[in-house]
């Protein structure tokens, strides 16, 4: 049977549309942390060290922390994973109910500490509660991206057959992120009714932020895919980098 050329080079500009949104994702997760905390440390973003990364939404930094989240969830939502008939494997509900609550996350604020300093945006009322969406939102995204690590991401090589996997095999390294996930997060409300020390949230959620950007850059295949890269992390034997295969 023939191959068209045109659908060769659709599943080509899939296969870079797909890794490219995983990365940015990924990209975006881990930057979020280390640009809030860095500029912190310059002053003329005249913005202190928060006690948490949803505290920024308070401060002359608001824009990253919203832009960031934002364009997180829309990369979520724009991303169209596989089906699943269980729920907790179905890739494309999942990306995109995680890319609403980012979205959430980041236009629903946290109560502050002091509501004098409440910034009014999409809903421009003071009352408490609606603080708790926010933490709501927050809750249920973080679960979602260990599930997604945990759940679905392992799929592809659940029945794998080949050369066995090293303990740097994807499936282990995107486990590995999806129950750091949950640790860190469970431990957020622990150290804070603890006291474990000042800056406890905000290291435990970029932790958390950590481990979900670096499963997204794994399944996008940051690191390339070429060598012993190839052999450890997927188990394939590729000579170069399978995207230099696709551009040829």
Not at 87 to 102: E, F, H, P, Q, R
Request: hydrophobic letters at 45%.
């Amino acid at each position: 049977m023939k191959i068209d050329p045109k659908e060769i080079e659709i599943e080509r500009d899939d296969i870079f549309t797909y890794r490219r949104i995983r990365r940015a994702i990924g990209y975006l997760g881990i930057s979020l942390p280390i640009l809030l905390v860095g500029l912190s440390f310059i002053s003329f973003f005249k913005t202190q060290l928060q006690p948490s990364i949803s505290h920024y939404y308070f401060t002359n930094l608001r824009e990253i922390f919203t832009g960031t989240l934002c364009a997180v969830g829309l990369f979520l939502i724009c991303y169209k994973g596989t089906s699943n008939a269980s729920i907790w494997k179905n890739d494309n509900l999942l990306t995109n109910i995680a890319g609403i609550m980012a979205i959430g996350v980041a236009l629903i604020p946290m109560n502050p500490d002091d509501f004098a300093i409440k910034i009014y945006t999409i809903i421009p009322y003071p009352e408490k509660w609606l603080g708790w969406f926010h933490y709501g939102f927050a809750a249920l995204l973080f679960l979602i991206m260990a599930l997604l690590s945990i759940n679905v991401f392992t799929i592809g090589q659940k029945n794998e057959t080949r050369d066995p996997k090293s303990i740097l095999n994807e499936n282990n390294i995107y486990r590995f992120c999806g129950y750091s996930i949950l640790v860190f997060i469970i431990m957020v409300p622990v150290s804070e009714s603890l006291k474990f020390f000042t800056y406890s949230t905000l290291v435990l959620e970029a932790l958390a932020l950590f481990a979900f950007g670096i499963a997204w850059l794994i399944k996008g295949r940051a690191l390339g895919d070429k060598g012993m890269i190839g052999k450890k992390l997927y188990q394939e034997n590729n000579p170069v980098d399978t995207e230099k295969v696709f551009e040829e």
